[in-house]
């Protein structure tokens, strides 16, 4: 080499240090562990190899793999990797962006709902060969007076829009249609999201949010009964609990003012709802106690929801509810937003001044409610939720969720990295939901190259078939030279730092991960020796 | 409004303005004229008014149509919008990128082809039913000794691999492949891209690449021949004059040491390529004076190319040829690249050495040729590709051909800004080789928020089937709601003031480009008007 060459070649490494100088697992590199170097090389060893071997061979289903493609037609591939072995067992940190009613895959909220007798289901039509895959069911838990014996959805003596019990809707689904099994699929592919919807009919930003939010009308009659509800909670908890995931803040939707209690009555307020979350979490904690992996599971605290379709003075309402329950229930409230789709629904301008007077409130009452508020879920440029972003930095929210329209700001990423406001970035969700065709067209790099807090969400993992936080991880790895094993680590650290946890609690989730983290890392290395 | 809210207001519009203070068009927003921001109003009212009819109408067709979705199938939608007719008519100012040998429409190169008796085809296999659509056509010009009068291509008595009169060939095209206008489909549809490839059978960097190379393979046989390469130039020239570029600077791939001359003999050096572009170019001048239009057309330079496939000790001779012609063409020459696909080529690292050595050279030589080169052409995140930022800007490059990938890369585009190192964007290119799906998802608004100047630019307006800029102004426009006409003026004055031009040149090309701008500002407000 020249010594030319070689002045060049000083110059241009410092150069890309320099560019990437603000990445925030720069404040972790200098103490790294020898192990976890080496750990951060058989990653990138076994990534290269991969993106050369499995992701490299054409199938009929699949005709041109590649690291990062799109979700749904690439899980297949992602399963067989190591990649995705090794990262099934890291430790994550916590989980800051999951929309509650989508937290638990599909099959799983059948089989908790088939439980009970209660349950009805309800059609506009009479379920046919031709209607099938347009025909929503729609659930509720009756009380037993009101209990239907009639005829299932599919009879042809069945009367559209009246109610038939689930399971004898079930068991006589039509023969035809699956039977049994054919009415758990209709259900089922009813609250998901499929790949031939997500990348074929449905493949616009508009067509794919039609299609979401019709999930949650299908599953929000099943979640909202107490025995379902409490079961559902648990299952999350435990789902996330071997993923990895040792704190979870969710967002729950107290849209409705009551849910269907054991008796089958809409009468079951909130502080109830919280009571039991609180109830459920407590066991599971005490159940990971007694397995000796209390380390593992630190608890979980409420995001108080409602959506962007209520009228600005409706709002009034639920920051009072908010408050009331906050001050009842100071450990399980941790902050409030507003939800849905930003692209139709209300912009955050709308509703700042509900929205001050909520935080005067907060002062009178003596309570702290951080604001995490949806902001930049779009591909607009200078819309109103594009705008939102200005508004959810103007209101102080403590981290914005998604802010995926965040990079088109420069101002707006300075500030968000000089005063620590993280990003909940939901690869997979903005995947299937088109904001972006596959991972490699995100905008996380920009993110990270600007020094912005970043927290790994899973958004709805029920409804796009990615329980956990291992497949967003995935993606995330493979999808980037740049990001290696060190990366990630400072992701889930970032996840911990930004959640909404008291000092106490975050300092022992903190060290346990740490911990955690040392102990994936000498996994790593053994399995290393294999490859 | 209360007073709180009228404070958050205010507060929120300076916020706004500050995030968005370092957009190129606020350098002339100050003295914009009352007419130019009526016309802007105009612009903005016809856009949001198609926005919510043209482009909501759903049909099988475009089942789901929105402003700026992809191009190959949005356009017979934009054709038929306003906002199309209306910028069509502006003043482009300068294409500073654009590959010369994609710059004419397919038709019309095949129809330039066709009156020439010297040209003729090959094919590896007969064509029949079953492989049109996957062989592909060779040309060339042979000399007269060596014209072939033997059997056509769907001929059973052709010679795979021998070459046929062009003419005799389509004449004698199978009827049942449709017979001469069969011939001409199929010739003109290996040179360009369809919307099935873009977005069906090709929808992957990779394979639309695959495609995208393939078309240069088939239309070069027929652009290397003197007298078609003269007409070829002449027809770029006009049409470009036509859609309101008033000066450009195609990259002309010397790759090839010779082309075919009118003799049929392949020994026509680079000098007689230039000597006929040049004569081209002032005919075409001359013939605008006479209409009294001297002031649409300031002329042409070339940025002299070659492929990034040779190796780095080849580069030199490039490098030399070029200074050659750069000292007897000094009107001439206005930039060197080296082009290709940058995620499968050599990366501009390979090649630091010979390129450190072209700038010794020329001040050796006393000669100036900026090098303006592609960088940052992919999705990829600290690959080579993307890596290729840092060394096209460390090596000084004066322009970056694309730089998509520069939005990653903070201190980059503070650099870009600061020197005010100019990207050549091409929108609807980047789209069709699948580095966006569509216009609303592309980095263009960062790049611009960031206040880097940019060059909208064509690329292959050949292969796309879009020539001119009007189209890539146009999905501009529709994507972004900041996006303005001002704007647009905005990028068309970039587009000259960092074009390659000599100072006086460029004094000359700006003072015609504001007058013809004032005159659309006019228009404008007539055609507002009738809306």
Sequence with gaps: MSAALATYKAQRAAFIEQDRSLRRENIWKARRSPEEIKADEIIRKIRAKEASTIWKQESDSIPHPFPGMEFLTGRSIIVKTKIYEILAKMPKGALLHAHFDATVNAEKLLELALKHEAIHVRVPQIVTMENIKSVLPSFRALPRNEFVHGPGVTDQ?????????IQRARDTFDPSLGGPEGFDKW?????????????GTHNTIT?????????????????????VFTEFIREFLLSSIEDGI?????????????????????????REWLLIFDRVMNEVKEDMKKKGREDEFIGAKVIYSTIRFIAPEELDWYTEDCIALKKEFPHLIAGFDLVGDENVLRPLIDYI?????FQSRQREEGV???LVLHAGETLGDGTEADDN?????LLGTKRIGHGYSIVKHPKLMEICRERGIALEVCPISNEILRLTSSMPMHPLPIMMNNGIPVALSSDDPGTFGHMGLTFDYYQVLVSSEVTGLSTLGALARDSIEYSNLGDEEKRVAMKNWEERWGKFIEYIIVEGEGE
Aim: contains cysteine; glycine residues 4%.
């Design 353 to 357: 001044e509900p929205l001050q007077r």
């Design 389 to 393: 972003v200005y508004d959810a930095i």
């Design 246 to 270: 040792s704190y979870i803040e969710p967002r729950i939707n107290f849209l409705s003012r009551y849910m269907v209690g054991k008796d089958g009555l809409e009468n079951v307020p909130h």
């Design 157 to 165: 003596r069945y009367t559209p829009d009246t109610w038939a019990s």
């Design 187 to 199: 259900v089922c592919s009813a609250m998901i999201i499929n790949p031939a919807e997500a990348y």
């Design 207 to 227: 067509k794919i949010w039609q299609k979401f939010t019709s999930t949650f009308l299908v599953s929000t009659g099943l979640i909202r009964y107490i025995p």
């Design 368 to 370: 702290d409610i951080p």
